[in-house]
């Protein structure tokens, strides 16, 4: 059976309204939209008391895996700002890229922090050792000798994950992807 441009469902990031991420993946949870909202438990601290609490790991964003029909039902939800796009079309997010995210917040070993900065390109890198082994990324900044950086281009984000110099190899240019 041959798969159409209709019936064929791709990764696309959508943008949000402030604070509003879990509204919108409970709503598209009930429309029956496959979506992903990476969450990542963080210790928050009141005047009172301290109390652990999930928050997204990538404020602003979540992720719908949709086909063509779906594409404008997802803009009718509420809180939906618009699709984050790439040369005038929605961006397309990769499966292993969607992957990546959740190994990496699936790991205890390391803590994974986001920055919006738009660092210089540097070398792609494979995690060789440890929970991430096999994530490959562009090595945007090192923070000493435990620090570094990896950019999801389609979002223009970089993840800043504690880990062991000595955990990562370069790779050679061709090799390079998420």
Known sequence: MKTTINTQKQWHVIYTKSRSEKKVIDELSY??????????KKLRQWKDRKKWVEIP??????FVYINRKQYDKVLQINNVVHYVTFERKAAIIRQNEIDALKKMLEQQDFDV???????????RV???????????????E??????????IEQIDTALTVEIPANYLSALPEKQFYL
Do not use: A, W
């Not at 090192?142 to 950019?151: T, V, Y």
């Open 31 to 40: 429309n029956d939209i496959d979506c992903y909202l990476p969450l990542q």
């Open 126 to 140: 494979e995690i060789m050792e440890g929970p991430l082994t096999g994530l490959k990324g562009e090595l945007i």
């Open 113 to 123: 922090n986001v920055t919006h900065d738009n660092f210089e390109t540097g070398k």
């Open 57 to 62: 790991l990538l404020p602003g964003y979540c």
């Open 142 to 151: 090192s923070r000493g000798k435990n620090k570094f950086s990896l950019r």
